[in-house]
Each structure stands twice: as C-alpha cells, then as structure tokens.
C-alpha cells in the first residue's frame, strides 16, 4: 500500500493495512497558504512581534519555535467581562483572497497520489483564548465570569470556522490538521466538565463542518486526554495526533476499537543533543512492540509538526520502524505498566488533619472554601475569625494554608484541576490583603525563600507560575525570575537574596541543559548543599536530577510544593 492507502486503511474500524506508516509519512502538510501568510508571515527569528490579535510573540534567535508572551501589562484582553472593546479576529476574508491556486496545485503536485494533502490550523480555540487574555485569566474566568467566556470562545469559533472554509475552499485538502492543546502530561488543564460544558459544543461544529466537506478531521494534541476520549469520538474527530505514553495507549486501542487512530507515543525525552543511538533504539522498540499490536495506531514523535528538533534522532526512529514492519510479530500477552501521577500522602497531610480537627469552625469552613475557589466566603470567614480573636498566623496555618494543602494532594490524585488551584490562589491573596498588615514585625513563621524561574532559551511560564502559586500557599516566599533565566542568574539571586532553594523549570529539551550549568555554577559558587537545587517540566526526569547533581526532582506543582517544605525543614 501507498502511505495514503495505508492511512485511509486505518481509518476503517476493521482496516487491515500491511505495514506501519513511519510518522508523518502519509501527511503532507500545504503550508504557506494565503491565511498562514497572512498570520504568520512577521515571526522572523531573533525578534518580537505582534501578531494579527495583537498579541505579543516572541522568537529568540536560539529557540526552536516561537512562543506568546502575555504579561499584565501587554496581553489583548485585559477584562473579559468588555472583551469586544479589546478583541478583533483579524480580516482574513478581505485580506486573503489570492494566492490559493498556485499553493493547491504545488502540494497537490507534492502529494501525487503517495500523500494526502493537510490544511494546517495552529493556535485553537482553547489557545486562541489563553493567548489573549493569559493562562490564568482564561482558566479563572470559566468560574468567575462564565457568560462572557462563552461568548468570547463562541467569537472564536466563528473566525475559526470562517478560517477553515476558506481552507477547504481554497486548498481542497484532503484533510484539515488542527492544534489545540487541552491538557499537560498527565491531567487535563481543566475538568472533564468544565471542558464539556466550554469546549465541546464549539468543537463539534469545527469538526462536525470538516467532516461535512468530506475532509479528514486530525487534531494534534501532546496532553493527556483520558478522561474525553469519548468526547473526541463523538465530536468527529478521526486521528489524534501527539499521543503522549502517559495516556496508556494500549488500553485506548482496546476501548476505541478501531474507532479512531492514535498517532504519537515517542515522546520528547529521547529527543535532546546527548540522546545516543544505544538510548534512541530501545526506546523506540518498546514503543513498537507495545502500541503496534493494538491496531491502528502510527508510531510518530509527539510534536505537532514534521521533525524532532535534533536532526540526529529522526533518521534513528524512521529505521527502527522500517526493521518492525520487516520482523515477524506475535502479540504481546503482557504490557509495560505506564508509570502515572499517584498521590502521595506524606505526614504532613495527618497533622494537617490533625490540625484542622482542633481548629475552630470558623477555620474549617474556610479551609473548605479555600478548595471551592470563594474568594468572598473566604474573606468574609477570614474577617470572622479576626473577630473571634484568632491571632493572624493561626488563620495562615490552619485556615488558608490548610486549604491550598488539601488542594495540592486533590491536584496530585487527578481530582482538581488547574483552575481549582488558581482560584484558592485568588482566595490567598484576598485574604492576605487583610491579615498582611496586623502580622508584627517578625510574627510570619515564613518556611523559607525560594528563587523560581523558567531556564533560559525556553520562554515557557505555565508550569512555572502554578508552582509559585503552589509555594506561595505552602507558606514559602518566592523570588519569580520569569522565563529565559541565565543560570547565572539563578545563582547570584540565591546568593543575594538569601534563599534556600533554586527552582528551575523547563518544558523544551532543547533548553532542559541549562540546569546543568545552574548546579555547577552552584557548586563553583560554594552554596550548593546549603542552597537546595529543584528541577522540574515536561521533558525532566528523576534520573536526568540525579546526573546533573540535583537535589529534587517532582512532576506538578503540588509536590513541589510539599517537598520543598521538606528540604527546608531538613535545612
């Protein structure tokens, strides 16, 4: 079979193709068509620019891809609550009329009858929203202004929609290709629910109209989807490309039945500049002996484009696939466990407990408040239990920090979710507003100081900024350097800040090598062993901290909260 062949074989439930497809061997993506230029055509390497919403993209000279930089003081959409004042979906139809003839027929000519041709569509619906109004902003407003969300994702949509007629009508792809990323490695950015009840519908008139043009529907996606595969079924969704290993992809081939591909399951971890071929190879083996037996399912690195980022692993991927489809296979009876988030319930979570059972009623339902986001309750309870007579630490310790303590293991356990957190960070801060100005001077019990920052050449904030708010909660005082942080910088911050502990994050292999320089500057600067090094992100694994010479490594921001507690106390 042709790698179209073998691609459309795929997509029948019963489909018997004769090989497997090596990554994005049947996809033929026809970029640089009249929109893309449009949108994209200002992104130069080694500069800032806006793009056509006016948000803010950044393209450092040394990183592989360019990234949105939304602050404060420069996102679009800074009250969601007068988002058409702010918000203006850039004129495509006026401005992108010609053009499509000549790209048609150049990647049809590409395709021949070998390809099938993709229309590409960056930046969905879910992105489009957080690139205009920042992460937390988006994921906040679901709870505190949800009318005004759903008509800001509705506009969207609309433009979305108007973008992929244009597309179809224009390149007469035989598929359309769309990123939105919904989720981190392994949980959803928000719940299930709340996903249905902002996302789906939108989704299923974006998809429901690809398919009604009798293109194919892919969506491109490196998160864990889990808990609404269904979801993606049902809202037409045929291929799901960037299939990350953390989503057990055996046991979704058995639940899908053939219902939809799986494309993905070779992660970014091999896909660094010191990756050897020794490493590479058996990395991929495994991928092939465990998710090819399963059926439709093409092994494909994550990413959402064609091409690891090292040209080195590519070509090593490619023939690990080409030896499998000439080997003889017999079906694994039993399959390597995927290692997933598991709750970690240290002793601090008993006295926690503890704690709250002798604390007053006032302090209990603010502890329960904390963990539903009511940022009114939590103030009106703090006023309350000042009232009472209770001393302002006594209210930071087992009122607030209690809450953020229960909401950290609910995060680690896959019950709550990032905006859950955000919210109880907004209740924080609320309250400390009002206990900040009675604590006397030195009467704040602070666990220690910690300075945070995203390495440098990866511009990344997400996961860097929930780790502040989860540090902040657990009574820690942090120093937030930002992303694109120097190693340099990590250290003479430590130094002239007198803190405890440097937090570095990364979620790019590309860059996840500038914590090795944080610890030897570290060590060359005779603070390392009094000052504690964390490391974190998605490519970062507890045995990459172990060889830099790191002193912890945690896998979401709730256990790096509790274990840098621990190494504090431990201090």
Not at 356 to 376: N, V, Y
Request: hydrophobic share 40%; aromatic share 8%; net charge negative.
């Amino acid at each position: 079979m042709t790698p179209k062949e073998l691609f459309l074989e795929m997509l029948k439930p019963d489909g018997q193709p004769d090989r497997q497809l090596k990554q994005y061997e049947a996809l033929q993506f026809a970029f640089g068509d009249p929109v893309m230029r449009y949108l994209t055509s200002n992104r130069v390497k080694g500069t800032t620019s806006k793009d056509r919403w006016g948000t803010t993209i950044l393209f450092p000279k040394d990183a592989p891809g360019a990234t949105p930089h939304i602050t404060a003081t420069d996102k679009v959409c800074p009250d969601v609550t007068h988002w058409r004042d702010y918000v203006h979906a850039p004129d495509i139809v006026s401005n992108c009329g010609e053009g499509w003839e000549e790209t048609r027929k150049m990647w049809r000519d590409v395709c021949g009858d070998q390809k099938l041709m993709c229309g590409f569509m960056a930046t969905g619906i879910f992105e489009q929203t957080h690139f205009l109004m920042g992460f937390e902003d988006t994921l906040t407003g679901f709870y505190e202004h949800p009318k005004e969300m759903h008509e800001l994702i509705d506009y969207i949509t609309e433009y979305r929609l108007t973008y992929v007629k244009m597309l179809i009508d224009g390149l007469q792809p035989d598929a359309i290709f769309s990123h939105d990323d919904w989720g981190a490695k392994e949980a959803l950015f928000m719940s299930p629910e709340m996903w249905r009840e902002f996302y789906k519908e939108p989704y299923r008139r974006f998809y429901g109209y690809i398919r009604s043009r009798g293109c194919i529907a892919i969506h491109h996606a490196d998160s864990y989807l889990v808990p609404i595969i269904e979801d993606m079924v049902e809202l037409g969704i045929q291929c799901w490309q960037g299939v990350l290993p953390e989503n057990d992809i055996p046991a979704l081939q058995k639940q899908l039945h053939g219902r939809m591909i799986l494309m993905g399951g070779i992660g970014a971890a091999i896909d660094r500049p010191d990756s050897t071929e020794e490493e590479i190879r058996p990395y991929v083996q495994q991928a092939l002996r465990s998710y090819c037996p399963g059926g439709h399912y093409i092994p494909c690195i994550t990413y959402g484009a064609l091409g690891t980022v090292y040209p080195h692993v590519d070509p090593l991927i490619d023939d690990e696939i080409e030896k499998y489809n000439a080997g003889l296979h017999m079906p694994l009876t039993v399959l390597p466990e995927i290692p997933r988030r598991k709750l970690d319930r240290s002793a601090s979570s008993g006295q926690s407990e503890a704690a709250s059972a002798e604390s007053s009623e006032t302090l209990i339902a603010m502890t329960e408040a904390m963990c539903r986001g009511q940022k009114k309750k939590v103030v009106t309870l703090c006023e309350k239990a000042l009232s009472e007579g209770l001393d302002p630490q006594t209210i930071i310790n087992e009122g607030l920090m209690s809450g953020m303590s229960r909401l950290g293991d609910d995060f680690s356990a896959g019950k709550a979710f990032v905006p859950e957190m955000l919210m109880a960070a907004r209740c924080m801060n609320a309250a400390m507003d009002i206990l900040k100005p009675l604590l006397t001077s030195g009467s704040a019990k602070a666990v220690g100081r910690v300075v945070l920052g995203t390495v440098r050449g990866d511009l990344h904030d997400i996961g860097k900024n929930l780790v502040r708010i989860m540090m902040e909660g657990a009574g820690l005082e942090v120093v937030d350097l930002g992303v694109d942080v120097a190693p340099e910088d990590f250290v003479q911050t430590a130094i002239d800040k007198d803190c405890s502990i440097i937090a570095c994050s990364s979620l790019l292999t590309t860059a996840m090598n500038e914590m090795r320089s944080v610890v030897r500057l570290a060590d060359e600067a005779g603070i390392h062993g009094r000052v504690k090094i964390m490391v974190g992100g998605a490519p970062i694994t507890e045995s990459f901290c172990r060889e830099i010479g790191a002193d912890a490594y945690t896998d979401d921001a709730a256990s790096a909260a509790q274990v840098a507690v621990r190494l504090l106390s431990e201090a």
